[in-house]
């Protein structure tokens, strides 16, 4: 079991665009048991949070890690093919945030994803809502981009404590 240290904002690896798996094996197995491992640990810890991106434990490779109670998703080499025209506000956190504070940000609706499983299986798959939102924000991580980029006012910016308040 490897608990990996996550990447925290203010950390200039969190900036950087991750490559391309070139090939599925050793290499790829082992950042995807690490990304396992270090989420489910972060889940149990903080009671919040469904996906890992490989540059949150200092790995600058383009694949995400997703544990949802009904299903595991992993996406390596993914591709945003298509958005819908349609947009929402959602407020966002990130395990780079500690989850110490939430942002609103708008979203698609939805999307449609091409990637490749960690055996090499192509995909394509189209998300919508909730799990459309995460996997824009999961995709931008590959990016060197921050859901804290997406704030286009000062206000939509809230501590846990206060989300809390609002959504439970
Ligand atoms: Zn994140």
């Excluded at 940000?105 to 994803?113: F, G, L, M, Q």
């Excluded at 590959?142 to 501590?159: P, Q, R, V, W």
Aim: aromatic share 8%; proline share 2%.
């Amino acid at each position: 079991m490897a608990v990996r240290e996550v990447v925290l904002l203010g950390n200039p690896a969190l900036r950087e665009r991750s490559e391309e798996f070139k090939s599925f094996g050793e290499e790829l197995n082992t950042v995807v048991k690490d990304l396992r491992d270090t989420l489910i640990h972060l889940q149990e810890k903080k009671e919040i949070g469904r996906a890992l991106a490989a540059p949150q434990i200092g790995c600058q490779r383009r694949v995400i890690y997703c544990n949802l109670p009904e299903e595991e998703i992993v996406m390596v080499n993914p591709e945003i093919i298509w958005r819908s025209q349609e947009k929402f506000q959602v407020w966002d956190s990130c395990f780079s945030f500690d989850i110490a504070f939430f942002v609103r940000v708008s979203r698609h609706r939805s999307i449609k994803v091409k990637y490749w499983s960690e055996s090499g299986e192509e995909n394509i798959r189209t998300f919508d809502d909730d799990l459309s939102e995460l996997f824009q924000h999961e995709i931008d991580h590959l990016e060197g981009i921050l859901a804290t980029d997406l704030l286009t006012d000062n206000k939509n910016i809230i501590m846990r404590e206060e989300w809390e308040k609002r959504h439970k």
